[in-house]
Every structure is written in C-alpha cells, then in structure tokens.
C-alpha cells in the first residue's frame, strides 16, 4: 500500500509539473511559485499579469494533454547555485527558494527537466509524460506566497490525477457527492444551524431540530459514561490568568488563545474612560484540564480513590484565523466532551484498554465501520529533548500505549515526533460512508499538568506519589462530530438520532381531536412527533417531510380516523400500508432491537 501510494504521489507531483508546463507556454510572463503533490491531487501556485478565470482551466487541460501526449523525459539533474540563479532570473519566486536552499547549507540545486519547462524540484517524479494517467483541473483559489498574508496573494489552481479514466471518473463522483451531502448546505435545508456574522463567525447558533439532535447524543454520551463509571463535573468559561500560566498554556499555547479581559471593571467604566482599581485579568478556556487538575487538587488524594474518571461536555474558544474557518468543522467556540483519568503506574494499562473498547463502542453505536479505523501512535522525537516528564515515564507510556494498540487489535502507525511536549497520544481516524476519514476521538497522556500543579496521592506505604493524568476526548467535539453525522448519513439518520421521528400529515383541520389522541400515544412511547398544520395538499406536505428526511410519516384523512388507524410511509420503504397507532409502536421497537 505505502508503495502505490509513493507511486500515485509522483504521478501527481509530476502531474503539477505537466500543468505548469502547459501555463507557461499558454501565459509566457507568468511567475511561477511551488506545485506539490497533496490528498486527492496536487496544485500550483502562479503570479498571472491577467485574472485567470474557471473557463480558463479548460484552455490549460487541453494542452497540458498535448505536452503528455509528446511523451516528454521527466529527467532530474544537481546544477550550481549560479546556473540556478540564471536560469530563473526573472522568476522571483523561485529564487527566493533558491537563496533559502543556500542558507540552509545545501551544496546544490535540484531542477527537473520536463521538455522546454525546467522547475526548481527535489522530486520524485515519473521518468515519462506518457506514464502521467487521467487528469483534471479542479478549481482556482487564492494563496498567499508561503502561507503569509502579508505577502503578496497568487492564484493556486488545483488539479487531481488518477492512474485509469475509471478511477478519475470514480473520484468525480465522490466529490459530486459529496457536494450533496456537505453538512454547511444540509445544516441550512434541515434547518439544524446557521453561522450569523452579527453573532461572530465560527460561532454556531442552533436551531430547535439541530438543538434536539445535540440533545440527543448528549444524552446518549452522559447515559454511557455513567454506566462506564465516570463522575460528572463542570468548569466555567473563563480561568484568571495565574491559572494559565501555572498549566504552562499562557506561554506554550498563546498562539490558539484569545487575549486576556480586564474583569476588575464594568463595560460602563471602561467605555466612560476609567481604570480598573483592582486589575483582574481572566481568559477564554481553550481546554478544561486545568479546572479538572484544580477539583482534584482540592482534597487530599489517596491511592484508594484511583482511579478518578471525571467527565464534561465543556466548551472551549480557540483563536482560529477568519479564512481557516469552515462549517462546524473548523470554529472558534466548540464543545469538547472531555474527561480526565488520574491513576496510579499500575492502573494505567487497564485504564487505557477501557477507553479504548469505549471509543469502539461509541462508533458502532453511531454506524461507522470499526475495522475501517485508523489510529496514529504519536511518539516523541529522540532528537528532541524538550519534553515535560521524565525519559523513565516517557519510556513506559509509549510502550503501554502501543502494548495496548497491539492487544486491542488496532490498526496503527507509529508517528515519531508527532507526540505534544507533555506526553504521548493515540489519534483515531474513522471512515464515513464516502470513505474519507475524520479525526475523532484523541487518548493521551500527560507529564506537564501533574509536575506544574504539583498533584499528588498517598500511596498505601503513606508516602506522596505523582499521579498518571490521562485526556481522552471521544468525538473530538460535538460540533464536529455532528458535522461528520450529517455528511455521513447524507442528513438521513437513522430512527433513533432523527431530530423529529414521526411527521403527522392530517388531510384537513377537522381531525384535530383524533390526532391529537396518536401523538399523545407517540409521545408517551418519547418519541419525537411533530404535527404538519399547514394549509397545503396532502401531496406537499409528504414532499416537505421528504426533504426534512423525517423517518416516517403517518397521514390521518377521515377514513383513519373512522378506523382508528394511520397510513403509514417510510422515508426508507415508501407506502407501508394502514396500522393502528399500537402497531406501529411495535413495529419501531422490533425495528429498533433488530438493529442492536
């Protein structure tokens, strides 16, 4: 697998060269910057004289399939600093890089040779044009030159390369799909949530059905950790200041952190000109371990009380740029559903294989595939030696953690170097129905918050004993996790998530009194039922619960009701046919139980 996909990085790194190729000899004055190979294609970032518009990207296609079509060497080669100078003289960009790559104490520069097009490159690349297989040209997009805003905005076009017509066409298709089901367009239409400029962006506002769902896997969460002996507690929004700086966060975490407000004072002082008598200065959380350390630190701790597992479902606020933000997945106030496990040495492998089982098990209960999960063991980097803990602690955390992986059966890969300063990590990626992964659920531990807070139990020979603190976070966050659902089931969930799970349709205004009498029953089953009053056709009314992607739908006309019955239509199955009201609550659990 890790060779296939070295292979397709350099078809598609080499793919980018084949595309800037085909700009210069279409666009000779243009200034070219960097073109690397990235998930699901590649892209190039360009400096045109004129405005590229998508129309454009056709023209580019066609001769980027010209270029290949002359069956062109790709042929690298090592020149001197002064040829390279040369022979990018009038591209800026490029020799920019190539004063960086002197500094860096290389000895020479790699270029690539692609016909008449030469590119400044380390590769790897194909040997032939004819080896590149079936390509498109994506998108245009803006990119600041090497990611800062205040250099100079070029024009990045994307592109996406697959070895076979076959695969390029299967891709175009998920992407199609994908379209469909982004959870930024059916959070509008299901009319779950909307980000309002006026509030803030990346600050979602919740409607009542994308409330109830919220709810409803709140509950759930809460049910489940209880039965999975958590404790339950809760931390404000903000912390003062020394408490930031005690957890290291003011220092190590400033850049994700919003900046400090003076709580020594009213609104009205500060707008009439005033200075605080007293200075106060409090903070955004951007996470909740420091308020659990402080609960835990409230009390004397003995090794008889260990494990502690506490839970909260807390929100945080992290400093994200305006252009990074996106839907639900990328915001600046989101809820975590956190919890802290502070145990002794011998406490910790147990501890880890009981999140473990519990992070698969919430997967399963929200309909993703287990085996399909991908987990990263993040390690620390042997070179590096600025870590909290000891090398002792390091050493038994990375082998328990991956002791763990191991006797679980998980499907992992070690990251060496990709370990946070305070402790190593399991990182769990799952796959949607469209196969793209997500990151979800993070199990880590942590060496900086016990040594800066100084925690302690006494261990049954009386003496005081630094604790093993771990984080664990199962969605990741609510808002990203709902994301994930909606795109997951394309906005169609399953009975037991569906925000309302039973549409009432009644024909005319004159069966009030018998459907009121079915939603009580429904609704003393708790089901969620809503009732369509509107003064539309019966025809409309299904259209409108249709697009809603209510589970099931029971139409009441006169006959029902002088039968006593419902007509009963599945978002799944279509027209079920006529049950009275018991049936069909029968008719849900056993559908519910089969599905266990």
């Excluded at 059905?209 to 950790?225: P, S």
């Amino acid at each position: 697998m890790k060779q296939e996909k070295a292979s397709l990085d350099s078809m598609r790194h080499s793919t980018s060269h084949l595309m800037a190729a085909a700009v210069l000899k279409l666009y000779p004055d243009t200034k070219f910057a960097i073109g690397p190979s990235i998930e699901d294609g590649f892209y190039y970032d360009f400096e045109f004289s004129k405005p590229l518009v998508e129309e454009d990207l056709k023209k580019i296609e066609k001769e980027m399939i010209d270029i290949k079509n002359k069956k062109h060497a790709i042929v690298g080669k090592q020149i001197s600093f002064d040829e390279a100078r040369k022979l990018f003289k009038d591209q800026p960009y490029k020799l920019e890089l190539i004063d960086g790559l002197e500094k860096d104490g290389e000895k020479e520069v790699s270029v690539y040779e692609l016909g008449n097009f030469i590119d400044l490159c380390k590769g790897p690349h194909l040997d032939n044009t004819e080896k590149i297989g079936a390509f498109k040209l994506m998108s245009l997009a803006g990119a600041y030159w090497r990611g800062d805003e205040k250099n100079k905005m070029l024009t990045r076009i994307y592109g996406t390369v697959f070895p076979t017509k076959e695969e390029l066409h299967k891709h175009l298709e998920l992407i199609e799909e994908a379209k469909k089901r982004d959870h930024r367009k059916l959070g509008r239409e299901l009319d779950l949530f909307h980000i309002d400029d006026q509030v803030g962006l990346g600050l979602p506002l919740w409607h009542p059905k994308g409330a109830m769902l919220w709810r409803v896997i709140e509950d759930f969460w809460y049910k489940e950790h209880l039965k999975n002996g958590y404790q339950l507690v809760r931390s404000p929004h903000i912390g003062n200041r020394r408490l930031w700086e005690t957890s290291g966060h003011w220092g190590f975490y400033n850049s994700s952190m919003y900046p400090p407000m003076e709580v020594g004072q009213s609104l009205e002082e500060r707008q009439e000109g005033k200075k605080a008598e007293v200075s106060e200065e409090y903070l955004l959380k951007p996470m909740n371990c420091p308020f659990h350390v402080q609960i835990y630190k409230n009390d004397l701790r003995s090794y008889r009380e260990l494990p502690m597992r506490w839970a909260e479902c807390g929100t945080v606020y992290r400093f994200e740029k305006k252009g990074e933000l996106s839907g639900l997945t990328r915001v600046r106030g989101f809820t975590q559903d956190d919890a802290h496990i502070v145990c002794a040495k011998e406490q910790v492998e147990e501890e880890l294989e009981k999140v473990v089982d519990f992070i698969l098990f919430i997967y399963k209960s929200f309909g993703f595939d287990i085996e399909s999960v991908k987990v990263y063991l993040s390690v620390r980097d042997p070179e590096i030696k600025k870590y909290a803990g000891t090398d002792e602690g390091w050493a038994l955390t990375e082998s328990v953690l991956e002791k763990v992986a191991k006797k679980k059966g998980l499907n992992y890969d070690k990251d060496i170097g990709g370990a946070v300063f305070y402790g190593p990590k399991l990182d769990f990626k799952i796959k949607d129905s469209l196969g793209r992964e997500w990151q979800c659920s993070t199990l880590q531990f942590d060496f900086n918050l016990p040594e800066r807070f100084d925690m302690t139990f006494k261990n049954a020979k009386g003496e005081d004993e630094r604790p093993y603190m771990l984080h664990r976070a199962l969605f990741g966050s609510y808002e990203r996790f709902i994301g994930l659902l909606i795109e997951h089931y394309a906005g169609a969930f399953p009975f037991w998530l569906a925000p309302v799970q039973i549409k009432v349709l009644p024909v005319n205004d004159k069966l009030s009194d018998y459907v009121n009498e079915v939603v009580a029953k429904l609704q003393a089953q708790e089901y969620r039922v809503e009732v369509d009053n509107k003064e539309e056709s019966l025809g409309k009314k299904i259209r409108n619960a249709e697009m809603e992607k209510v589970p099931y739908m029971l139409v009441i006309g006169d006959k029902e009701r002088d039968e006593g019955v419902v007509a009963v239509r599945s978002k799944k199955d279509g027209d079920i046919g006529s049950l009275d009201v018991e049936e069909f609550i029968v008719k849900i659990k056993k559908e519910i139980e089969e599905k266990k």
